[in-house]
């Protein structure tokens, strides 16, 4: 009579020989009698990829500690630079204001000399200090890059000019031309400050 064979598998159990990546707690199990002796290191291929990590992450946080540094050393420059620009336009703004004074200046004399003049002559006395003083204001203007546009007679450009009237006129020639300033232009360089207020020809 045949006998019945057992029917549990064979035990199979499995050893991992790596012990540098064992996590258990639990004790390791026996090695072979061949590796008892055999030096407990990791192979070289992680020794040197540990290597290279630790060295990536040095090179890393030296990187980082720089940026910081820089980044410290760019915000402390902007706050200078901040406030040496506040500085300098303070001291152009101050620089105008005492130009102009000088013009206030003068002003106060013309009105004096006009109220000591005679009636006849505080007229005329009156109007050629004003007009001093006006010569005085725009050459203090010009030291400062401002000139005024001559539109008077030119061809309308409205890049320079705003009309604010149309004068009809007859003579084709004069078709598109300023024939009057009501407030005079001005710019600074190449720089338009202020467009001049004009009336232009037209024969329609």
């Given at each position: 009579?045949?006998?019945?064979?057992?029917?549990?598998?064979?035990?199979?159990?499995?050893?991992?020989?790596?012990?540098?990546?064992?996590?258990?707690?639990?004790?390791?199990?026996?090695?072979?009698?061949?590796?008892?002796?055999?030096?407990?290191?990791?192979?070289?291929?992680?020794?040197?990829?540990?290597?290279?990590?630790?060295?990536?992450?040095?090179?890393?946080?030296?990187?980082?500690?720089?940026?910081?540094?820089?980044?410290?050393?760019?915000?402390?420059?902007?706050?200078?630079?901040?406030?040496?620009?506040?500085?300098?336009?303070?001291?152009?703004?101050?620089?105008?204001?005492?130009?102009?004074?000088?013009?206030?200046d003068n002003l106060d004399r013309a009105i004096g000399a006009a109220r000591e003049s005679s009636s006849t002559d505080a007229s005329e006395t009156l109007?050629?200090?004003?007009?001093?003083?006006?010569?005085?204001?725009?050459?203090?203007?010009?030291?400062?890059?401002?000139?005024?546009?001559?539109?008077?007679?030119?061809?309308?450009?409205?890049?320079?000019?705003?009309?604010?009237?149309?004068?009809?006129?007859?003579?084709?020639?004069?078709?598109?031309?300023?024939?009057?300033?009501?407030?005079?232009?001005?710019?600074?360089?190449?720089?338009?400050?202020?467009?001049?207020?004009?009336?232009?020809?037209?024969?329609?």
């Open positions: 009579m045949l006998s019945v064979s057992d029917p549990r598998e064979p035990e199979v159990k499995v050893v991992d020989r790596r012990w540098w990546a064992r996590q258990s707690a639990e004790p390791a199990a026996p090695v072979a009698a061949e590796e008892s002796g055999a030096s407990l290191r990791k192979p070289t291929v992680v020794e040197e990829l540990e290597t290279q990590l630790m060295r990536a992450n040095d090179q890393l946080q030296a990187v980082l500690s720089e940026h910081r540094r820089a980044s410290e050393e760019f915000e402390q420059i902007k706050v200078r630079i901040r406030r040496d620009t506040a500085r300098e336009v303070e001291r152009g703004r101050r620089a105008v204001l005492v130009e102009m004074l000088d013009v206030v109007l050629r200090g004003v007009e001093l003083v006006r010569e005085q204001f725009l050459s203090k203007l010009e030291s400062f890059g401002v000139t005024r546009l001559h539109a008077l007679g030119e061809h309308f450009d409205p890049q320079r000019h705003e009309a604010v009237s149309i004068a009809p006129v007859t003579d084709p020639s004069q078709e598109g031309l300023v024939v009057a300033v009501v407030k005079e232009g001005y710019a600074v360089g190449d720089e338009l400050l202020r467009p001049a207020v004009v009336v232009v020809a037209s024969r329609g």
